[in-house]
C-alpha cells in the first residue's frame, strides 16, 4: 500500500505495461514521477492529482487510449478554495494516445511545466487559450 511510504521520502512509481483502464486517487504521499505509459487508460478524471500535486514532477501518461472526451479542465486541477498552491509538474507526455483537441483551460495550473509531449497524437487545432 502507498499509504506505509515514509513521510521524509519521496518515491517513484513505475505502473508502466500494466492493464490499468483509469487512474487511482492517491493518498497524500510524496511522489515524484509517476509513470502510467503503456496501459488501457480512457480518461483523466477531475482532481486525480490533487494529493501529489505539491511533490510530482513527472507525469508519464504515453501510449494510452486517452481522448479528447476523457479530458477536461479539471484532469491536471485542484480545488483552488481548498488548496491554492500551484503544481510543482515540470514534465508531462501525454504522447501516442488519441488525443485530437485539448480543453482551453486544461493546463491551468501547470504553471511550472517546462516539457509538454503530446506527439504521435492525432491533434488538429490548439486554440489560443490553451496555447
Known amino acids: 500500500s502507498l499509504e506505509n511510504v515514509g513521510e521524509n521520502r519521496s518515491v517513484t512509481v513505475d505502473f508502466s505495461y500494466n492493464n490499468f483502464s483509469n487512474i487511482p486517487g492517491f493518498p497524500e504521499i510524496k511522489i515524484w514521477e509517476i509513470d502510467f505509459s503503456h496501459n488501457e487508460i480512457h480518461s483523466i478524471d477531475k482532481y486525480v492529482f490533487t494529493n501529489i500535486s505539491n511533490?510530482?514532477?513527472?507525469?508519464?501518461?504515453?501510449?494510452?487510449?486517452?481522448?479528447?472526451?476523457?479530458?477536461?479542465?479539471?484532469?491536471?486541477?485542484?480545488?483552488m478554495v481548498e488548496d491554492d498552491t500551484p503544481f510543482v509538474l515540470i514534465d508531462l507526455s501525454l504522447a501516442n494516445n488519441r488525443i485530437h483537441s485539448l480543453p482551453p483551460a486544461i493546463f491551468a495550473q501547470l504553471g511550472n511545466l517546462e516539457d509538454l509531449d503530446l506527439s504521435f497524437n492525432p491533434l488538429d487545432e490548439i486554440d489560443d487559450s490553451t496555447a
Request: aromatic residues 4%; charged residues 40%; glycine residues 8%.
Open 55 to 79: 511533490d510530482l514532477l513527472h507525469l508519464d501518461l504515453g501510449d494510452n487510449k486517452i481522448d479528447a472526451a476523457g479530458l477536461d479542465d479539471d484532469s491536471f486541477a485542484k480545488d
